[in-house]
């Protein structure tokens, strides 16, 4: 879906191809897309669906216990088509989604394994990570792929969870589970929010406007500081 206003022909074009399992990605994007159409930038969204609806939560521990093992695997999730807004022009791609065991999700890769050369060689491609917080072996595994499919990369947008350790893993293991661990006596007091915060929407917008004025500008995005305390706490 394309939004935002039809601006003049020559307006610069975004393509944003997304995964988000629980929302969080959706959110950041969101709020992104909000700073980039604010820089008269036009936006496509295109969220990579997965055949079968996956279920946040997955509902049990063992069923979380399953998923995190195979995911660690790189176990691939076939994806829909998307639309034919993603064959238009565009001169910057934004490829999002959230880190599964250390890895880029399974609908990510399907969608990389199927259309990543076709839409992405030859185009500068910005990685967007959403993350507990171990993102590092996701950030490399997600390039290399990408470099496969001769985009260049000129920097890397990460977003972590902002609750401390060892709480957020925990919080993240029971959320997914279908706990609240936000309502517990013990881990409440430390984890009180899944995901992440306002403060971090706020700044994936301001990300949006840097990239659009560095776009509108034709400077290199390789520049642009993206590791914040905010976006990295």
Not at 66 to 76: P, Q
Not at 140 to 169: D, M, Q
Not at 197 to 203: N, R
Request: with cysteine.
């Amino acid at each position: 879906m394309e939004t935002g206003k039809m601006g003049k022909g020559d307006a610069l074009r975004v393509l944003i191809a997304y995964y988000s399992f629980s929302g969080q990605t959706n959110s950041l994007l969101n709020a992104l897309a909000s700073g980039l159409k604010q820089q008269g930038l036009r936006v496509t969204l295109e969220k990579i669906r997965p055949m079968e609806p996956l279920r946040f939560p997955v509902g049990t521990i063992s069923a979380t216990i399953k998923m995190m093992l195979i995911t660690f695997f790189r176990h691939r999730v076939a994806v829909k088509d998307l639309s034919s807004a993603a064959d238009k022009m565009f001169d910057l791609a934004i490829l999002a989604g959230p880190t599964w065991s250390y890895n880029p999700s399974g609908p990510v890769l399907s969608f990389l394994d199927r259309d990543g050369r076709r839409l992405f060689e030859g185009k500068d491609v910005l990685p967007l990570i959403s993350c507990r917080g171990y993102w590092r072996m996701h950030c490399y595994g997600l390039k290399k792929k990408l470099v496969e499919c001769g985009a260049a990369i000129p920097n890397v947008v990460v977003f972590a969870h902002p609750s401390k350790e060892p709480w957020r893993t925990l919080g993240v293991f029971l959320k997914i589970a279908g706990k609240s661990p936000e309502r517990g006596k013990t881990i409440g007091k430390y984890y009180t929010k899944y995901g992440h915060s306002k403060e971090q929407f706020a700044e994936a917008k301001r990300f949006g406007v840097m990239i659009g004025e560095a776009l509108q500008q034709g400077k290199s995005l390789a520049g642009l500081n993206f590791k914040t305390p905010i976006a990295l706490p």
